[in-house]
């Protein structure tokens, strides 16, 4: 039985800080010399603890993943060390990558960038990111990321520079913009490395996922050095995030959902909106207009697709879906994502349930966002920001901010993050004749072995380290970070 609410105004009495080492804190071991824990300015505001008069439930929803011992070790062989010498010197060979789509598609292939510099011993200039024709968006790598940190955490791994040197500004520069999927180290090294080399520069468009995700283990440590250390947001985007993370962090635990019910979701996906015929028609008469946007499985139905799986959590399901985890009516939510197509009639299902429902709009003071009001990627990288720091972490769909959260808050100290079970639980949602009571009940079955605990990526396909960074990029003995 429920005996106490959050309440966001003021905060609950019932909640405060355990002690716990702040992740903003760079530790090193005295023996080794080596970091232990995930770079400062790109970590977490530590998880709250939870203590009183609360539901079985609540306690339940806001506890955090047992670790088991797991903590970054990016501990690289001997080998790589070796040959790092050299590499991280080179002067003759340049690759260039133009990185496309929003925040955490430019991510992937900024990462992927720096590991095809390092199989092709070239030095990297810093990545152009492509003009985004959807959202308008011209914003530049240094806009977004900070370019310092960038090369000095990557200099012990390959030389990046900021542009490419007089001497190479009139080199044969062929676009190379036709990569296969799952290419191997071995393909891009035979593909590439005698064309770099007798040039001297390598332009590179089009990586979006298209390198293998099963690397060799010191490629798959790089890939995670890059994701969560190399690639800090720049100190504008940075200190707003933080501020607004510590507006959310003060009032005491929240979460963060990931909303896709963006147009272009529900059209990509085939899906319907469930905000009824009028909406739906919308998104059917684009679909139809344009097929080419479906991705992927063409030939099955909404029904079908819904219960696949395929097909984004509306605000109604989603809310169903916390409540039966056990989330309290008067817990704080911050919705990550872009606008939702029917605007307030999208959410009022959500609010209705979660009145504390804020956006970085609401959160934000007069003229906080202005600077970046036409720059989407920033505004993605404010959501990030934001969504690292909350107690726990909801996508309601698929999607690369889905994976890249997974991955950073287990490695900023296993933060919750509960992936919704949708092929499981859409099957119950139909069924009327389950209670409230026991649809909580197996909602909350369904989902307790996916709430955070560490996971190997094993080498099932398409398993990114990223994603699942044990036990490459984490493990239990102390082996340090760099």
């Given at each position: ?50 203590a ?143 064309q ?61 959902l ?32 344009q ?86 990627s ?12 909350s ?30 079970n949708?092929?499981a639980m ?57």
């Amino acid at each position: 039985m429920k005996t106490s609410t959050f309440t966001t105004n003021p905060p609950s009495p019932f909640f405060h800080l355990l002690p716990v080492t702040p992740l903003t804190t760079l530790l090193f071991s005295p023996k080794t010399n080596r970091l232990r824990h995930p770079s400062s300015r790109h970590g977490a505001i530590p998880a709250h603890g939870v203590a009183g008069n609360v539901s079985e439930a609540e306690r339940e929803f806001w506890q955090q993943p047992n670790g088991e011992g797991y903590e970054p070790c990016l501990d690289f062989s001997l080998g790589y060390r070796k040959l790092s010498a050299r590499i991280s010197k080179e002067k003759r060979r340049f690759l260039v990558v133009v990185a496309s789509g929003g925040l955490n598609q430019q991510r992937n292939q900024i990462v992927d960038a720096v590991v095809l510099a390092r199989i092709l011993e070239a030095a990297l200039v810093v990545p152009t990111l492509q003009v985004n024709l959807i959202w308008g968006d011209e914003s530049e790598f240094s806009d977004i990321f900070d370019v310092a940190h960038f090369k000095k955490t990557l200099q012990a791994d390959v030389r990046v520079v900021s542009s490419l040197p007089s001497t190479h500004l009139m080199s044969r520069q062929t676009i190379e913009n036709k990569i296969p999927h799952e290419v191997t180290p071995q393909w891009i090294h035979t593909r590439f490395f005698n064309q770099l080399k007798r040039e001297g520069l390598l332009v590179l468009k089009g990586l979006d996922s298209k390198l293998s995700k099963n690397l060799p283990p010191d490629l798959q440590k790089l890939r995670c050095k890059v994701a969560f250390h190399a690639l800090r947001f720049a100190s504008p985007v940075q200190e707003l995030g933080n501020l607004l993370a510590k507006r959310m962090w003060i009032e005491g635990p929240y979460i963060a959902l990931h909303l896709r019910l963006e147009k272009d979701v529900w059209v990509r996906t085939g899906c319907l909106t469930g905000l009824g015929p009028e909406y739906d028609d919308i998104i059917t008469k684009i679909r139809e207009s344009q097929p080419e946007y479906l991705t992927g499985r063409v030939n099955m139905s909404y029904i079908q697709r819904r219960l696949a799986g395929l097909c984004p959590l509306n605000a109604l399901e989603i809310a169903r879906f916390l409540k039966a985890l056990g989330a309290p009516s008067g817990a704080r939510i911050y919705s990550a994502g872009g606008e939702a197509f029917g605007d307030s009639r999208a959410l009022q299902p959500l609010v209705a349930e979660f009145p504390n429902l804020v956006t970085k709009e609401m959160l934000a003071r007069d003229g906080e966002l202005s600077p970046y009001m036409n720059k989407s990627s920033a505004l993605a990288a404010i959501d990030y920001i934001v969504s690292l720091s909350s107690n726990v972490f909801v996508p309601s769909h698929g999607g690369n901010m889905g994976r890249a959260m997974q991955g950073h808050r287990a490695y900023v100290g296993h933060r919750k993050f509960i992936k919704p079970n949708k092929r499981a639980m859409l099957p119950h949602f139909e069924d009327t004749s389950i209670g409230d009571a026991k649809f909580g009940s197996i909602m909350r079955e369904l989902h307790r072995k996916s709430q955070g605990q560490p996971e190997p990526r094993g080498y099932r396909r398409n398993r990114d380290v990223i994603a699942y960074p044990v036990p490459e990029c984490m493990c239990k003995h102390n082996a340090g970070i760099f």
